[in-house]
């Protein structure tokens, strides 16, 4: 695609709900990371992909949050059991190789956790 | 644990002013550092650094490392408000992007 999309772009939840957050890196592009961003806080890295494969989970918040990739493409990021912590702006981004120059992020999808 | 620390967090300046961001950080595993600059959601790449001494420039902005002192500049000549954001420093280490606080810029007219 022509950029990072992200869905939802605005997702408000009940507190001990799941909710599943979706990345479309660009197309070609084999890392892809996923960062959140606390209202005044600084970005926060996730987790990353290479290809399919994630092989530093420890940035993680806690158990409740997992991610996978499949096909080497799409993203999800699932919180289990969210809580009112948890709300926040949720960044995808991809680049074209782990180590790239460049990291294209996309549009984020915020999570208010009520 | 990786640290980058961005000063000053906030600064306001007029219109024509120059500008000076500072990065330090302290990485395991340096590959490089980047800034970006946030307006609203997501961060819009400026600069990757990976060797010292050595300049970057886009337009009026530019960037230096200094790999031995480990920290970067991030330089806005003749500010508009336009360059009014949040700009980011972030360096690459061992399979992670670690983000400062962010300096938030703002250019009045």
């Known amino acids: 695609g022509a950029g990072v999309s992200q869905s939802p772009s605005n997702k408000v939840t009940e507190k001990g709900k799941d909710v599943e957050l979706r990345c479309d890196p660009i197309s070609g592009h084999t890392a892809l990371y996923w960062y959140r961003q606390s209202l005044g806080q600084g970005l926060e890295f996730l987790i990353y992909?290479?290809?399919?494969?994630?092989?530093?989970k420890s940035g993680l918040p806690s158990d409740r949050f997992s991610a996978e990739r499949t096909g080497g493409s799409v993203s999800t990021l699932t919180i289990q059991r969210t809580q009112q912590e948890d709300s926040a702006v949720y960044l995808c981004?991809?680049?074209?190789?782990?180590?790239?120059?460049?990291?294209?992020f996309g549009p984020g999808t915020r999570l208010t956790v009520l | 644990e990786d640290k980058v620390v961005q000063s000053p967090l906030s600064l306001v300046v007029h219109e024509g002013d120059t500008v000076t961001l500072n990065c330090s950080y302290e990485?395991?595993?340096?590959?490089?550092l980047l800034w970006y600059k946030q307006e609203k959601k997501a961060p819009t790449f400026l600069f990757m650094l990976t060797s010292s001494g050595i300049e970057k420039k886009s337009g009026r902005l530019s960037s230096i490392l200094d790999k031995k002192e480990l920290f970067s500049i991030l330089n806005i000549t003749a500010t508009q408000t336009g360059d009014s954001a949040i700009y980011l420093c972030a360096t690459f280490g061992d399979y992670k992007l670690s983000f400062g606080a962010g300096t938030t810029v703002t250019v009045r007219a």
């Open positions: 992909f290479q290809g399919n494969s994630a092989p530093d």
């Open positions: 990485v395991t595993n340096f590959r490089s």
């Open positions: 981004a991809s680049s074209l190789s782990w180590g790239s120059n460049e990291q294209f």
